[in-house]
């Protein structure tokens, strides 16, 4: 089983659709979690942390689950604009200064006019 | 813009040959992290540096190694060359320190290398 797994997509959703996404990661020491947007060709960008209360930005809500080892990330309203590839970021470093950073491979969104 | 700048932008090398990357991290981050990028796949983890020491290493071979200085910029350097060596190598800085900021992580450009 890989660290950190996503669906590779693509998901293809119409303007104004919800979706989401789940990434399932192996390690139950895994202490940080992230979701990062990368348009193409260009670097990743952090779209959001995800804190065990779970985390909202406006359209963007994201939410852990320890006891099944995945996060999600929903999308409400999509835009055009929201096209990209999403990256799920985990952080199995120990309780030192070690960091050990583990990213999936990215779920492609493209949203439709 | 994040503030983390790379350079060169991009780079042809020949395999056997040595290269070095730089990156200058954002005001105020002591953390640099370097990724290695190839087309179609996620980022993968090289190594980070925390305060001009290694802080954690992904799986890669002693041949990638780095420095990273004062100032907190920092180094990407490969040794010997491999055509697999071919990728996006992306460096990303942190604020380091305490709290939930720690690991967010921001991100320089890029330096695309073909080796040959």
């Known amino acids: 089983r890989k660290e950190v797994e996503q669906d590779p997509g693509p998901f293809n959703v119409p303007e104004g659709a919800t979706v989401a996404f789940n990434c399932t990661y192996s390690n139950s020491a895994s202490q940080s979690f992230f979701w990062y947007r990368q348009d193409c060709r260009k670097e990743p960008k952090l779209l959001m942390s995800v804190y065990s209360s779970g985390n909202e930005d406006g359209r963007f809500t994201a939410q852990l689950n320890r006891a099944s080892q995945y996060i999600s990330l929903l999308i409400r309203d999509s835009k055009l604009s929201d096209s990209a590839t999403y990256l799920c970021v985990v952080n199995i470093g120990d309780a030192g200064n070690n960091r050990k950073l583990i990213w999936g491979l990215g779920t492609s969104l493209a949203v439709n006019p | 813009e994040t503030g983390v700048t790379q350079s060169p932008t991009h780079l042809i090398k020949t395999r056997g040959q040595q290269v070095t990357l730089r990156c200058s991290s954002q005001?105020?981050?002591?953390?640099v992290s370097w990724y290695q990028q190839a087309l179609g796949q996620g980022p993968q983890f090289i190594f980070q540096y925390y305060r001009e020491e290694e802080n954690g290493r992904g799986n890669f071979p002693p041949r990638f190694s780095g420095l990273q200085f004062p100032n907190y910029s920092s180094e990407l350097n490969v040794n010997a060359l491999e055509l697999d060596d071919s990728a996006l190598y992306l460096c990303?800085?942190?604020?380091?320190?305490?709290?939930?900021?720690?690991?967010?992580?921001?991100f320089g450009p890029g330096t695309r290398l073909t080796v040959l």
């Open positions: 005001s105020g981050h002591n953390t």
């Open positions: 990303a800085s942190s604020p380091g320190g305490g709290g939930r900021t720690y690991n967010e992580q921001f």
